[in-house]
């Protein structure tokens, strides 16, 4: 089974509104973490936000917030406000802590928008 | 800038030659990876250093394939005997020894490999 779905290969937004991405995972770990990254056309991923399994609250950064429901194993990512930078890759993302180091990411969502 | 460097940002290569690619973390961090991405893909991990000592690795991570980080500062990757398989963006990551959000990276733009 996949760890991470993203299944929205493609998202379309007008500037000024908000949006979804949508992501689901898979662990039995009880201790994890959730990240999104952003990913523009230079190639550098850049982190977004993050959310620990153990955290009551949905997490936020600026116009970023996390939609974590913990029962349906989801984590989505809200953009409020778009704006015509945040077109890009979006990448969600898990660390299990007893699988090491390593996050594992999904297959991403490509954001555009709309002026 | 002081954000993580990667060099050469683009490899063009013909199929049975080795490659080395290489990484400068930021200056305080310990803590560095590689990752490979293929495109339309996200990325997946292939190793990960702690200083110097090289502590986990991927199944990815064939006996082509070496990373190391000898100094506990830069690293590389070499891949040898290269494939069209190889073909790839080889990002390169680093943390600092104390997070507050474990696990947050910082990449730099990636080294992008084509294997012809």
């Known amino acids: 089974a996949q760890k991470i779905t993203q299944t929205q290969p493609g998202m379309f937004v007008q500037e000024k509104e908000a949006v979804t991405l949508d992501c689901t995972y898979d662990?039995?770990?009880?201790?994890?973490?959730l990240f999104w990254y952003k990913q523009p056309s230079s190639g550098e991923m850049i982190f977004l936000i993050y959310?620990?399994?153990?955290?009551?609250q949905n997490a936020t950064e600026g116009r970023y917030s996390l939609n974590f429901q913990k029962a349906r194993k989801s984590a989505n990512l809200v953009i409020s406000a778009s704006q015509l930078g945040d077109s890009a890759m979006y990448f969600c993302?898990?660390?299990?802590?007893?699988?090491?180091?390593?996050?594992?990411f999904g297959g991403g969502t490509r954001l555009m928008v709309k002026p | 800038d002081t954000g993580v460097s990667q060099d050469p940002r683009h490899k063009i290569t013909k199929r049975g030659q080795n490659v080395t690619f290489r990484c400068d973390p930021i200056s305080e961090h310990n803590r560095l990876y590689w990752y490979r991405q293929t495109l339309g893909q996200g990325p997946e991990f292939l190793t990960y250093f702690q200083n110097e000592a090289q502590l986990e690795k991927s199944r990815l991570l064939s006996d082509r394939f070496s990373a190391e980080r000898p100094k506990g500062s830069f690293s590389t990757l070499e891949i040898q005997r290269t494939e069209q398989g190889d073909s790839a963006m080889y990002l390169c990551a680093s943390s600092p020894p104390r997070q507050a959000r474990a696990g947050e990276l910082f990449f730099g733009e990636g080294s992008r490999l084509t294997v012809l």
């Open positions: 959310q620990g399994s153990y955290d009551q």
């Open positions: 993302a898990m660390r299990e802590w007893d699988a090491g180091n390593m996050l594992t």
């Open positions: 662990t039995s770990d009880p201790s994890y973490g």
